[in-house]
């Protein structure tokens, strides 16, 4: 996982771009153009933004704000065409599918065209030779079921503020979790922040690659505080990728004061061979987890884990 930004410069102004970095921000996303062109009628580019998070070497790329017209496809050349300008090629493009916000005279795309407007963009932005990436709200993936368009290696971003996507939204590869952050580096009332779970965004150089085995986010276990040795069970997607993350609360060095001691992981195949590791056996293992730590299980279709700890943490289930 890690953090990323989307900004627009008529919002946000960067003054320091290697702040930005320093902060952890590891992609971005620019707003670049709108509709049938270039955002604000071409008064806000988003160059200088490109220029910037490349100069201290971030991954870029850029994203469309979705109108009614023109077509689908003129808007995805649209954006393309700018990509292709700035070399804004570090993160996949990205089609912005939202309303316009209220008073702004625009006609909003009906929601019974949306999912018709996002395949036929997102098709045409791999006919380009680029993997496409679709953002939008909780509500609207509830309904559109991004995950479902069809379309191959899509990348599927999505906005809820103070909670993680619904599971009735399908899969992501990013999660928009706030509008409200703030960015040393960045003057602005407000940056928008994101946390990614795979990295298919940054890999928006060219046409999409096949990917053995994808990651993603399957589902966040709050586990509750033992102080004796207990085991949960964590039931994951029996696919190569299959993992789970062990995430204590961390501060904001990346380390707790509330760790959780580590126990042993018993997991299980369909075809009920284990494939877990029991790593109190493992030579130089340390029981104090402090830190977030990942534990691959390839294969695996359900696993005990054992653990004891002070205070509540959280398990990503990863397939």
Known sequence: MALGIDIYSRFQTVTDWQAVKDHGVT??????????????????????????????????????????NPSPEAQADVLINEVRRLGATGCVPMLDLEDNPPGSGMPDIPDGRKRDFAIRFCNRVAEHGFRPGV???????????????????????????????????????????????????????????????????????????????????????????????????????????????VRPRVDGDGVTDSPVWQGNIYAWGSDKVGVGGNPLK???????????????????????????????????IIG
């Open 27 to 68: 992609f971005v996303f620019v707003k670049l153009t709108d509709g049938g062109g270039l955002p604000n009628g071409g008064r806000n580019t988003g160059e200088a933004l490109v220029a910037g998070a490349k100069s201290v070497g971030i991954p870029v790329g850029g994203y469309h704000f979705a109108q009614a």
């Open 135 to 245: 953002y939008m709200n909780n509500a609207h993936a509830k309904m559109l079921r991004p995950d479902q368009f069809g379309v191959r290696d899509l990348v599927i971003w999505i906005a809820r503020f103070g909670a993680k996507p619904d599971p009735a939204a399908g899969r992501y590869d990013i999660h928009q979790f706030t509008e409200s952050g703030q960015v040393p580096g960045i003057r602005a009332s407000s940056v928008d922040l994101d946390e990614s779970y795979t990295n298919a965004h940054l890999t928006g150089g060219g046409a999409a690659p096949k990917r053995k085995a994808s990651s993603e986010l399957m589902e966040r276990r709050t586990i509750p505080a033992s102080t004796a040795t207990t085991s949960v069970r964590l039931l994951l997607s029996g696919s190569e990728s299959a993992a789970i993350v």
């Open 282 to 316: 493992t030579p130089g293992f340390n029981p104090k987890t402090v830190s977030h730590r990942r534990y691959a299980l390839p294969g695996a279709v359900w696993a005990d884990y054992e653990y004891s700890s002070d205070v509540e943490f959280e398990i990503d």
